[in-house]
């Protein structure tokens, strides 16, 4: 029988884990494993396995019993390889203890620094440093930060105690305090926490390291954790591992530093070495954002207008390995790098490397630009890229040419532009937005609490941090232009104002941001159109060449299709021709037929509509000259269509020639228990045949005249929504063809069409093998189909979806991505059922799915030959297509 | 190359066709060819396929080449046995030419009669009959129905033209017009032909020939056909054949009848030979009901309390020979028998047998006594019973201790008891019953028109027209209580109002008929429980033994429960938990618990209901001793349980300590677009634990009462709603057995129970592999299957379901009788996927289609181990149950 083995040591150019062992140690464990490994120079230190995290959760919060053991021997190799001893008077030994995740969940989980330190260690530290203010210092960090950790005795606490002791010396700042005013505090540190907890502060080395090790997984479960885990779809089950390093400080002295560097911009993706780092100072405080960090190249420090001196100024040697680290890592992990660095006493030790976050613009950059450099292939490059992400472009950002009352500028911590109403805390953040606001989220500076806030919010600013504070990691990881550290904006969060430069602004103001300059401005800037060219073009080319699924556009408007086409779609996949009729001459017109006793007055309404309708159909087809277009035949109840105010009502009223009180009981008698499942759809086809007429002769007659004009005929591909049985689509068939042909008499003119069926019910999936017999494509209606497949409203879905997601009944939103299970079922059945009848009976989606990278990916599993989704996702689209056929080994 | 068949030769103790050649040959052809075959005195004749009419509908409505050259033979054939000539002057042959479906389908479609006469044949009729008043009547009878069926000239033209000749002569009756009145009434009659219709009247007998062949095709298509085909079930491409016999006269003489009889009684169903004739009368006259026909047999002349003379007293010789035709048919069919004879001159000719229909009771008789007699098998006596007819047996009838005031007595023509408003003509019947009104249908005599109000109608009531009478034939055909030739009343159709004995009972009036007594009442009179022993318990238990599948009910009040219990249930399937708060003592509380505003608040209102459902519990439990009972927890959404008027909801701001305002707000708050989809079944449990915690409590507590009190401990199996997920049910099984054990633990006694699931979304019978290792049950609920598989709202579906079946899109009421292809297949998935998980998974059905019959059927198929009805339908299960394990081949 062999041992499991929880624990994995690395240290001295070694280590026993790798990089792709992340499942089992956690990114931050396999990369300090990993730079161990390719002898670059890491504090030693051991991991303990997401496998503990697992058996502890699965084991009422104990752990295996061979992990003593194994913590006791890797400890030993740490104390060997860094020749100090955990609990040593003399020489000891310090840890950090650590989370680390598969994936990076930045200051979502506890932290201990320090430990090791009590009465007697302290006095060793104060030995080797030769510095009794930092050791005690370093001590009643130690104390305070395991205290609200691992004994749950909150912050305030040591505040408090600390603003007491202030008062007391006449002082301000920290560190106007001494050696001595620190060991006292030490003192009052550990008897609030005997008041507070009824039992002494460990002294116990031992004991420190396994109460830390138990609060991190412990912090597995807390409530940031659980919502970030939420808002970026990462699984409970994969659990945290701990990682266990020997300390090394970056705040012993001036020889002594700490920073963060990216091996390019991870805001531009510009190939240069980009980092911010503090001399003396612990990592804490530069991700903290406490002191605005300088810059570690001369360039940066010229492009950020910094007036501190850079590492490459200060400590030329260091910045020289520094530089050589990079390009190693780099190479070694082929992507660009997230690194954290310690200066002690003139040495270097990496502390951290992983994989950078960076913005849509940037990861589009590096991706296409380490193509071009050789260091991947396009196909990697293309792999790159989070669909999702390009979001982030392809919106509009702020007009040149508008005119901007700049309040203040901050660092341009997340591109992008964002307006919205000032709000003050993360909650009203949430709150307003909740009620329909756009807003942006004003902090002095953010902290994991406010996640839900920030997720929520067009944008957010901070008068606080740099590039690598909270605020802008979230934010660039978010995709939420962020401007930070605008620090000539004072908060006064009690009174809801800001101040800068004279100005007030209240809670409720409009602001806007641009994330790319760090501009602050007054009002809502207008906006213009982005780029579609240089990388983005480069990129969407290699993606092109790759997807084997066609992208289609759901437009109706001339204006969207002219977006949609912009943005590369290759048709129209749902043209949604009920929304023609909204518009207020034509609603008049929709009404009178809904109000008229019989055929006759319907017919005579709708030939008023006709003439609308035709030049809809003219406009698209123009737009879209030789792409297919999709139009689906009316779909929604007719009650949407009747009047709700007095108003309104009168007026129908009389142009339709009847009383209100007929109006009125015509509303009454059309509304429904349950329209999602009501008289629409093709139901209306069939109960008022001459609807379908209508638009069939609008269609035929305005593709007769574009192809007239264009000498390119259109081909219409006439969808029939809601059927859920071939009899259905051959009665409505019959009523499309019938139309065709009369106009073809009329027009002396014949042209190719196609008539399909949109798949949205269950039963029209079970029965696809029949209804493909009289229809040429389907194309799925995931939005009705997950309605009725899993019998969920989405409009009445708020009152539980979200504690549905909460209680993990449903990973993701299933109207946001596919439910591959069940709706997944019926869609892969369709496919197989009407292909068996129809080989070449051409297969598509236009639910919202059909914009979603998981769901694109699915619909490539399930054979079809294109997706269609909003303009503005077009691109996202084709980028997610070619990564399911790279994926799915089909490119 | 063989040509095809299409014409069928019968007479002579002959024939070509077969009784079991139905389906080519229509009922009435192959009855007539099997009467031929087995030596039965019919006129010769042929038959046309039904194939023919396929043809004529495919290749439009032209006949298949071969079809002339045929008729011509047959038509030879008839005239050699026949010994005369087809449009012979001296001689002449006269034909009828009838339609003929593969179901019987009385009055529907149309008829000619004497067709061959024209100026020549009807001197060689007056020649062969001596009788030339009756051969003018013939002719002019002839050209009237020849006109109207084949030419489209109405009736009413010649009615005009024969008022007309009578006040010109100063007579009142028909009966008094001579020979020679005829005569020119043929010749007017011919002659407003030529003006309606710009061509004379056909005289050549062949063009009257293929004339009247070709409107029997024409009326297949003709819309009380149509009706009558969708109300039942008959599909359209069936066809209809074409029946051309000689014609033989029950009208030349006194020597000469014409009648109708069953070879049992088709009201009771004893073993009595029963029928009607007239002396010196056509066919016709007997079946419409225009004189009041005398009994055959002396006994029914008694029983019938008849003056006139039976044909036993007035033709002995020929009663015999009807007697022992009648023995010999019954033998040979092994089936009641309802037959048409005419005697011409002293000779006795068959013209039509089949098997007869009957009231519900009467087959429950003819089958039970049947089998006793041995002419037919247990099995056959179970699957003779159409389960749907026992409806009728199963219904209250009249109290004989309620005071009855009897206006008049009509004859018992369809028995049970009806009340409701009286109306006065069948369009009135259907405008008041879509008003939700229960009517009776008084008419002077009905007609096929007349189908669809009678079919809506509880009860039907006629002053003309015998116990054969079409209003009589078809309300026994419907189940529908009907009293016939009710002479005392007279109807004045135009004031709305029929008076009988001083009595005027104006249009709304109730009244009440017995169709057992022929009774009718004015006012509606209390009714009692009908009787299950005799034959009904004999043939119930022959079903029980040979079902396969258990049958359970739905109920949840004791009343229902009892009724279940009385009419053989084996359990109950669904109890409906939510019905037992709508009393008004607890729905404030159910408010109480939707308006708090915490979980504390509504675990306060949920104690204050505990009581009340243990004790419903502890009642159904008690009734259903010994047996299963499936409860279903909370389904409905809240709102359904919030109140709607302002009175109520000031009462229930007031009980719940809110205003007014609060009370609106929650309301409207919890209003949902599509409640059929929103917040309901277990969402509720998922949403809100403690209210399936209240309900499992109350299970459970009473159980372990009931289990103490009675010894015999029932086994509860507890019914998750709307799951669509494995977790869902995983969640709510949890709390379920928290609570089980809770009150195990306080009450210091175990029990068995088990937890199940409804399959009532698709998603739920697509992951029902994974769902089944949590359920032990699976519950199909096919009504909301059928709305979400569908994509159709029962409530909403009114305003298109009648257009889709009239469009043939749905045969069958996909709520009425399970859609075998779509919610078919899911359950067919369903049940297998289930049970691979786990093979001793129960499986029932609790949706409405589990008292259908043929939905039944479709269970037996799927492999489910019970169905489950309402109460009243228990019975019509037991046997439905019966017929498929029969049928199957599993009983």
Known sequence: MTMTKWVYSFGNGRAEGRADMKNLLGGKGANLAEMSNIGINVPAGFTITTEVCTHYYANDRSYPDE???QVKEALASVEAIMRCQFGDAENPLLVSVRSGARASMPGMMDTVLNLGLNDQTVQGLIKRSGDARFAYDSYRRFIQMYSDVVLGV????????????????????????????????????????????????PEDPEEQLWGAIGAVFRSWMNQRAITYRKLHHIPEEWGTAVSVQAMVFGNMGDDCATGVCFSRDPSTGENVFYGEYLVNAQGEDVVAGIRTPQQI?????????????????????????????????????????????????????????????????????????MAQEGVITA????????????????????????????????????PGAASGRVVFSASTAEDWVQNGEKVVLVRTETSPEDIGGMHVSQGILTTRGGMTSHAAVVARGMGTPCVAGAGEIRVHEADRVFTVRGTTVREGDLITLDGATGEVMLGAVPTVQPELTGDFGTLMGWADDRRTMKVRANAETPEDAETARRFGCEGIGLCRTEHMFFDPRRIIAMRRMILAEDETGRRAAL??????????????????????????????????????????????????????????????????????????????????PEIYEMQARAIFEAAVHVGRESGNAPVPEIMIPLVCTKRELDLMKAAVDNVAQAVFAETGTTLDYTVGTMIELPRAALQAGSIAESARFFSFGTNDLTQTTLGISRDDAAAFLE?????????????????????????????????????????????????????????????????????????????AAAQAALRAGTA
Chains 1, 2 share one sequence.
Request: hydrophobic share 40%.
């Open 297 to 369: 190249s001369l360039a940066g420090k010229t492009k950020n207008k910094s007036t501190l001196p850079a590492m490459e100024e200060v400590m030329p040697d260091l910045y020289r390995e520094l530089v050589s680290i990079r390009d190693t890592l780099e190479a070694h992990y082929r992507d660009m790098q997230d690194m954290e660095f310690t200066i002690q006493g003139g040495r270097l030790w990496m502390l951290q490397t992983r994989v950078g976050k960076r913005t849509a613009a940037a990861a589009l950059r590096i991706a296409v630009e």
């Open 67 to 69: 992990l003593a053991r």
């Open 607 to 688: 030939a008023d509509l006709l003439p609308y309708q035709r030049k809809d159909f003219i406009d698209l087809f123009t737009i879209m000259t030789g792409l297919p277009v999709t139009i689906r035949l009316l779909d929604p109840p007719l009650h949407e269509f009747l009047p709700h105010t007095d108003n309104e009502i009168a007026e129908v009223a009389q142009v339709a020639g009847v009383d209100v009180g007929t109006v009125r009981d015509r509303a009454a008698k059309l509304a429904e228990n349950n329209p999602m499942l009501g008289h629409r759809g093709c139901r209306l086809g069939v109960t008022y």
């Open 803 to 879: 504690t549905y997601q909460a209680k993990g009944i449903f990973k993701r939103d299933p109207f946001a991505t596919l439910d591959a299970d069940g709706v997944g079922e019926l869609v892969r059945l369709a496919a197989e059922r009407g292909r068996a009848t129809r080989p070449d009976l051409k297969l598509g989606i236009c639910g919202e799915h059909g914009g979603d990278p998981d769901s694109i990916a699915f619909c490539q599993g399930a054979g079809l030959d294109y997706v269609s989704c909003s303009p503005y996702r077009v691109p996202i689209a084709r980028l």
């Open 379 to 414: 196909n990697e490059a293309v792999l790159r890229v989070d669909p999702e992400a390009l979001n982030q472009l392809l919106h509009p950002t702020l007009d040149p040419k508008a005119e901007r009352i700049v309040l203040t500028r901050g660092l341009p911590a997340s």
């Open 154 to 201: 909150e912050h305030y606490h040591f505040d408090h105690l600390l603003e007491i002791l202030k008062e007391d010396r006449g002082l301000t700042l920290d560190t106007e305090l001494s050696a001595d005013d620190w060991k006292v505090m030490v003192e009052r540190f550990k008897a609030r926490v005997l008041e507070e907890t009824g039992t002494p502060f």
